[in-house]
Nanobody, 122 residues
Framework: VQLQASGGGLVQAGGSLRLSCAAS????????MGWFRQAPGKEREFVAA????????YHADSVKGRFTISRDNVKNTVYLQMNSLKPEDTAVYYC????????????????WGQGTQVTVSS
């Protein structure tokens, strides 16, 4: 399994970014795809997850109403649309994958992308 994350960058507070995670190497119909983030000096934290089979989604309370996870079955790509960005959203964002069931615990994910930096300036 290979995961390639992209789309990070520098944005002003209140702005938007869309992260992409291109997945390859197998069929993902029984997988859960997640986004996590890690800020300097902090632990990696759950952001959002999506069940590939049903499209069911989960979002951390800190991003609900601002971030949306989605998937494109044809492109085998998962997206994280981030709106109303805040300086506290600054972190390296990672996509990850695991077989069902869905979980918000990072150590329970088996496959990880390389991370993409998101920086939100105030």
């Amino acid at each position: 399994v290979q995961l390639q994350a992209s789309g990070g960058g520098l944005v002003q507070a209140g702005g938007s970014l869309r992260l992409s995670c291109a997945a390859s190497g197998r069929t993902f119909s029984s997988y859960v795809m997640g986004w996590f983030r890690q800020a300097p000096g902090k632990e990696r934290e759950f952001v959002a997850a999506i069940r590939w089979s049903t499209g069911g989604t989960y979002h951390a309370d800190s991003v609900k109403g601002r971030f949306t996870i989605s998937r494109d079955n044809v492109k085998n790509t998962v997206y994280l649309q981030m709106n109303s960005l805040k300086p506290e959203d600054t972190a390296v964002y990672y996509c990850a994958a695991r077989r069902e069931p869905a979980t918000t615990t990072s150590r329970e994910y088996d496959y990880w992308g390389q991370g993409t930096q998101v920086t939100v300036s105030s």
